[in-house]
């Protein structure tokens, strides 16, 4: 079983509409979650980072934890062609300060 | 604030040939940092730690004498790609966070576009 697990996608959504991309990850002490962005050909982006249960909302980005189900997912509201990219859901690994990758989803909005 | 820099940005060499990338945290000092490698349409693979002033740990699989590490100062970590081979041709990312923030998220270089012919 991989540590952190994405869907590899693509996820293609119309723009406008609620892109929803899920994350699973083993670790169970695991404590910061994290949101980067990738476009094609450039490195990753931060773009949200969640450490407890519940909804965290930034602009048109909400993360979204469940620690007891092992659940990290980011919904992206009014998805836009430009959110079309790579996202990586990272787990940050306290006792080695590495951050650990899944394999990245593929999302592609559509005009 | 965590402002990464890495340079080159692309580099292409001859195989046989070593080629040095530069990573640099410039308004912070960042005691580790995280060297990455990306083959296309692939995710991230952690290659190896970089520690300053002490060696760097690399991940299994990692090649320790093909993938040189320097972390001379905390700002500048290095990594020199030894007799690179057209296999070498990737992405090579580093990362960095303020001592202590990594639980608050890294911040990614640009990246250095490696093409070995």
């Known amino acids: 079983q991989k540590e952190v697990e994405q869907n590899s996608g693509p996820l293609s959504v119309p723009e406008g509409a609620i892109a929803s991309l899920n994350c699973t990850y083993s670790d169970r002490v695991s404590q910061s979650f994290f949101w980067y962005r990738q476009y094609s050909g450039k490195s990753p982006e931060l773009i949200m980072s969640?450490?407890?249960?519940g909804d965290k909302e930034d602009g048109r980005f909400t993360a979204q934890l469940n620690k007891a189900s092992q659940y990290v997912s980011l919904l992206i509201r009014d998805s836009q062609p430009s959110d079309s990219a790579t996202y990586l859901c990272a787990v940050f690994r306290g006792n080695t300060g590495k951050l650990i990758f899944g394999q990245g989803t593929t999302l592609q909005v559509k005009p | 604030g965590a402002v990464v820099s890495q340079h080159p940005s692309r580099v292409i060499c001859k195989s046989g040939t070593s080629v040095k990338i530069e990573c640099r945290s410039l308004d912070f000092q960042a005691t580790t940092m995280f060297w990455y490698r990306q083959f296309p349409k692939q995710s991230l693979m952690l290659m190896a730690t970089?520690?300053?002033?002490?060696?760097?740990?690399?991940e299994q699989g990692v090649e320790k004498d093909k993938f040189l590490i320097n972390h001379a100062s905390l700002t500048l970590s290095t990594l020199t790609v030894t007799s690179a081979h057209p296999e070498d041709s990737s992405f090579y990312i580093c990362s960095a966070a303020p001592f202590g923030a990594g639980s608050y998220g890294y911040t990614f270089g640009s990246g250095t576009r490696l093409t070995v012919v």
């Open positions: 970089s520690n300053e002033g002490s060696k760097a740990t690399y």
């Open positions: 969640i450490y407890s249960n």
